[in-house]
């Protein structure tokens, strides 16, 4: 399979959801949520301390999954999620590729903002509120948790999202 993919990775609230929606509503690429595969068992699991290395691996490999769901189509593939810990990042590119996914074309891209905690609250809130799976407490507790991409082991692209509001900007950084 041929097909070009793309892994927006960094903490949360930093802004992968909001590109993709972006990039998927300019009808650019085929937009999967990572944080829409995790079971409501999981969620529960993620919000109140007992989410596992299994409950990630279960949830990673239906990521995977539903990315062959677009192999056809003629857009890239572009998958939002936070993939807190370095093994993930490569679980998730180990699986797309055994699923048919060509190596040289998965793309693993870090997206980084830079937030205060006033900031933080009112996207943790914000999201809770449109049904989010991380609760505020727990997108605080995953920020400071998520390991940064080694540039050594982790070949990535870097997306600085300004955190300006302005999203037509933020949609041709996206896109360069």
């Known amino acids: 399979m041929k097909k070009e993919i793309f892994i927006l990775t960094g903490r949360p609230g ?5 590109i993709g929606k972006l990039l998927s509503q300019r009808d650019r690429v085929t937009y999967i949520e ?24 279960e949830y990673l490999e239906a990521t995977a999954e539903k990315a062959t769901d677009f192999a056809s189509t003629d857009k890239p593939v572009l998958i939002a ?26 793309n693993l891209v870090f ?12 996207i943790a809130n914000k999201r809770a509120s449109e049904g989010h ?33 302005d999203l037509e900007k933020l949609l041709l950084i996206a896109i360069k």
């Open 111 to 122: 997206v980084i903002r830079k937030l205060n905690e006033t900031q933080i609250t009112e």
């Open 34 to 57: 990572g944080d829409a595969q995790i079971s409501l068992k999981g969620r529960q699991r993620l919000n109140n301390g007992t989410w596992s290395d299994v409950d990630r691996k």
């Open 133 to 165: 799976a991380l609760e505020p407490e727990a997108l605080k507790k995953f920020r400071d948790l998520f390991v940064p991409l080694d540039p050594k082991n982790e070949p990535h692209k870097i997306l600085l999202n300004p955190g300006d509001g």
């Open 81 to 106: 999620d936070c993939l807190t810990f370095p093994w993930m990042r490569q679980f998730l590119i180990e699986k797309l590729v055994d699923l048919g996914f060509g190596r040289p074309l998965v």
């Open 14 to 18: 930093d802004g992968k959801t909001t």
